[in-house]
């Protein structure tokens, strides 16, 4: 058996930096690690927004959190906020964290659900810490409330992407991973096995390695273009095929939460960072043009745009094999999803673990590419379903695009899980699905799917005994979310930009 001694990272940008960052700090004594980019290619950069997970990855490189923020123009990020999704003119916040805490064998939810049948009016976001702090735009660390039962805030972060990639360029380059700037021209693969021996520059230069990571955005110069993998379209479930894209000047108060706002023809997203707003409206070209969405954009900005929008263009969908013989693909080079729930940057994090899970030898066990396939579909295709949810289940009848999405048949994975909940209120719950029960559970109450019934433990307290369980978290969660600081107040304390 031979190991490995060269990875080749084909692209820069915030996944190519991340797998060299990671792959140095895991098994930098062991490998050789050179990351070709070429600064004539830009990168997408639209990806400002994380969800919790991202903690891990600086938890892992040893990277400080307020140190990080200061350097990526970085915000804190309680959940999201959809507006006008269900129905036009309503609000709810996907928050981030645990909602109430479980008693005995069931789910906080499920008492809840027996309390608003029996007339309570507070939605299920009275019982979250996270959406209570983030509506009162407020931040502070806090982890738990001790031997209570109830979380802390849990938090992710916005930051400018492209601020993301320099930074982790240079965490690199004190690690000894080798940059080469260029374009590649050619991939020569082996005409035995079809496994990728070099790429050659425009330059002349040729790079060699044994496993290659193709982290080259949308164009797949290694995963398609060289080893012809294949796609597979999911544009019957989420036909959104465009963005455009513009930041604008950053306006108080500072949001600690993303916020995603339903439009005509697909959605606008809002990302406060500590000196401009990042701003985007996702569309599908059939209802809109590029003219009139660029306008839509512009019109809806809380502050003066600081250039003019950029579109971009795409197909949902994913790699019909993330790992092709010695090549790994990662990022917009593995598929794509539209940024309704944050989950790019995650999706890289999830592939560079997995790959680290499953790292071969010169000989690349078959087995383990087929696992590291395996789970990176499964993977992909939860994320696809929760986001069709977001689509699929509104009220609305003021366009076009909002009831064909409605109408449209979804997966039957998809199908099964609104029919369970519908029925019971339960949430069959995936151990592989990155969003678990407390996710779904907001998105469907949210997006108006109505309960028939709530779990039948849940009548095991009287009733003194459930408004008294319900009162203490509730007034746990607003005593404690009243003595957090003003969110831009943080920031300018702990890590404020230069």
């Not at 992407?161 to 982790?168: F, H, K, Q």
């Not at 003219?291 to 949902?316: H, Y």
């Not at 009220?395 to 199908?415: G, K, T």
């Not at 997006?447 to 009287?462: F, K, N, R």
Request: aromatic fraction near 10%.
């Amino acid at each position: 058996m031979s190991n490995i001694k060269k990875v080749v990272i084909v692209g820069g940008g915030t996944a190519g930096w991340m797998a060299a960052a990671t792959l140095a700090r895991s098994m930098g004594q062991l490998l050789e690690i050179e990351l070709i980019e070429s600064d004539q290619i830009g990168t997408v950069g639209v990806g400002e927004a994380t969800i919790p997970q991202i903690r891990l990855m600086l938890g892992m490189l040893g990277i400080d959190e307020h140190e990080f923020l200061a350097h990526v123009n970085g915000t804190i990020k309680l959940g999201i906020q959809f507006n006008g999704w269900a129905r036009h003119g309503d609000a709810y916040l996907h928050a981030f964290g645990a909602i109430g805490r479980s008693l005995g064998l069931l789910e906080f939810y499920h008492y809840w659900l027996r309390a608003r049948a029996q007339g309570s009016k507070d939605d299920l976001w009275t019982y979250s810490l996270n959406s209570a702090t983030a509506l009162q735009n407020r931040y502070e660390r806090f982890d738990d409330f001790g031997d209570t039962g109830l979380t802390g805030l849990v938090r992710a972060y916005h930051f400018d992407a492209s601020l993301v990639a320099r930074y982790l360029r240079g965490y690199c380059e004190r690690l000894s991973v080798t940059r080469t700037e260029g374009k590649i021209v050619d991939t020569k693969l082996n005409p035995e096995n079809g496994f990728i021996e070099s790429v050659a520059l425009e330059n002349g230069v040729t790079i060699a390695g044994d496993l290659y990571i193709d982290c080259s955005g949308f164009s797949g110069l290694l995963i398609e273009q060289a080893l012809e993998t294949g796609y597979e379209d999911w544009t019957q479930w989420l036909p959104c095929n465009r963005a455009a894209a513009v930041p604008c000047e950053t306006a108080d108060p500072l949001l600690p939460y993303t916020q995603a706002t339903a439009r005509d023809a697909g959605w606008q997203w809002r990302i406060p960072l500590q000196q401009r707003t990042g701003n985007g409206h996702v569309y599908c070209s059939d209802y809109i043009s590029d003219d009139e969405a660029s306008a839509v954009l512009l019109n809806n900005l809380d502050g003066k745009p600081l250039g003019d929008p950029r579109v971009l263009r795409f197909t949902t969908g994913r790699r019909k094999k993330f790992w092709n013989k010695n090549c790994v693909a990662l990022g917009l080079a593995s598929g794509f999803l539209e940024p309704l729930e944050s989950t790019s940057i995650h999706l890289v994090q999830s592939g560079l673990s997995r790959l680290l899970n499953l790292f071969p030898n010169k000989d690349f066990p078959s087995e383990n590419i087929d696992e590291y396939n395996r789970q990176c579909i499964h993977e992909f295709e939860c994320v696809r379903d929760f986001i069709i949810l977001h689509y699929h289940a509104n009220e609305r009848d003021d366009s076009q695009f909002w009831i064909d999405r409605r109408n449209m048949p979804v997966p039957d994975s998809l199908q099964d899980k609104i029919d369970l909940f519908r029925s019971s209120g339960r949430i069959n719950e995936d151990a592989e699905d990155l969003f678990k029960g407390v996710a779904w559970l907001q998105v469907m109450l949210g997006q108006g799917i109505v309960l028939e019934h709530y779990h039948p433990m849940a009548d095991v307290l009287s009733d003194n005994q459930l408004e008294q369980f319900l009162g203490d978290i509730k007034r746990v969660i607003e005593h404690k979310a009243a003595t957090f600081s003003d969110h831009r107040h943080y920031i300018q304390v702990h890590c404020a930009a230069p």
